[in-house]
């Protein structure tokens, strides 16, 4: 099993705003037809389009357009529910 990444190892090159989520376990986006879970999410972005852009330990990037009707996240024991 491949070593699990940090927020130490994020890079990027952008103007985006990022924010760390790496309180979470996982976060679900649920849509009409799908639902698309995301294991140990790291760094967070929402654009002003409301598309979130999200890397996760396991070195992937990744990118949910707006148009989930929900999402939910389970956060490790002892960290903030909530971070932004």
Not at 63 to 75: F, S
């Amino acid at each position: 099993m491949a070593e699990l990444l940090t927020v130490k190892d994020f890079k990027h090159e952008t103007d985006h705003k990022w924010t760390d989520i790496s309180s979470e376990q996982y976060r679900v986006y649920e849509f009409s037809d799908k639902d698309v879970k995301i294991e140990n999410p790291l760094m967070l972005s929402v654009s002003k389009s409301g598309g979130h852009r999200i890397f996760d330990a396991q070195g992937l990037s990744h990118y949910v357009p707006t148009g989930y009707r929900h999402l939910y996240w389970l956060v490790k024991s002892g960290q903030p529910h909530f971070v932004k």
